[in-house]
């Protein structure tokens, strides 16, 4: 069974700019989840999804953070304007339901210059 | 106060050793507990899930849950080089779907 696949993997991007994070879920998983994950601390939940409606993005920083799950499958991340401290990974996760357990992808590491 | 504390350590033990990592929560609600371990660029992947209080052993692994000291903790027998990683705590209400992670604690095992 294929995991959770994200692209791209490292992206080095200048204050300001635009940038976007894309994620493939496991197939069947109906609720996808974005964390952000910043150098030595835990993911941090940014945005939860079940199928194409959102359930849970109050952690999501919406004046320049945005999300969408079209079609219930894949799902983009991004971010407008880039910040300094919006460095870190993003990490994208999947599970079937909204509390069976969640597997995560390898990540996207973003470094904000 | 953070929901949740780990000490990140680094921790660094010889190969075979018995490992101990730690969590400490505040919130009383809290019944679902998980172990992630998260290899170099890598993302975390879940090791043990414990619902309530006690134990539970898989292989080498142990997690104990004591809900009233609000602490829960990880074993690792035998400790393996392989076994080098960040642990993640990670715990969530009864009912709620989001999951609050510790920072984590980097282990190195030394052959």
């Known amino acids: 069974e294929a995991g959770v696949a994200q692209s791209p993997r490292y992206k080095i991007i200048e204050k300001r700019q635009s940038v976007a994070f894309w994620c493939n879920p496991i197939?069947?998983?109906?609720?996808l989840y974005w964390y952000q994950q910043i150098l030595g601390q835990g993911p941090k939940l940014l945005i939860q999804?079940?199928?194409?409606?959102?359930?849970?993005d109050s952690q999501l920083p919406k004046d320049r953070f945005s999300a969408e799950r079209l079609k219930g499958v894949d799902s983009t991340l991004k971010i407008q304007p880039a910040k300094l401290e919006d460095s870190a990974v993003y990490l994208c996760?999947?599970?079937?339901?909204?509390?069976?357990?969640?597997?995560f992808g390898p990540g996207t590491r973003l470094t904000v210059l | 106060q953070k929901e949740v504390e780990q000490d990140p350590g680094p921790l660094s033990v010889p190969e075979g050793a018995i490992v101990s990592l730690n969590c400490t929560y505040s919130?009383?609600?809290?019944?679902?507990f998980m172990w992630y371990r998260q290899y170099s660029r890598k993302g975390p992947e879940l090791l043990m899930y414990?619902?309530?209080?006690g134990n539970k052993e898989d292989g080498r692994f142990t997690a104990q849950v004591d809900k009233s000291s609000k602490y829960i903790s990880l074993f690792i027998r035998d400790s393996q080089p392989s076994d080098s990683a960040t642990y993640l705590c990670?715990?969530?209400?009864?009912?709620?779907?989001?999951?609050?992670f510790g920072q984590g604690t980097r282990l190195t095992i030394n052959p």
């Open positions: 996760a999947s599970s079937l339901g909204r509390t069976d357990t969640q597997y």
């Open positions: 197939s069947g998983h109906a609720t």
């Open positions: 999804f079940q199928n194409n409606g959102v359930v849970d």
């Open positions: 919130n009383s609600a809290f019944q679902y």
């Open positions: 414990t619902y309530s209080s």
């Open positions: 990670a715990m969530r209400r009864q009912g709620a779907q989001k999951l609050v």
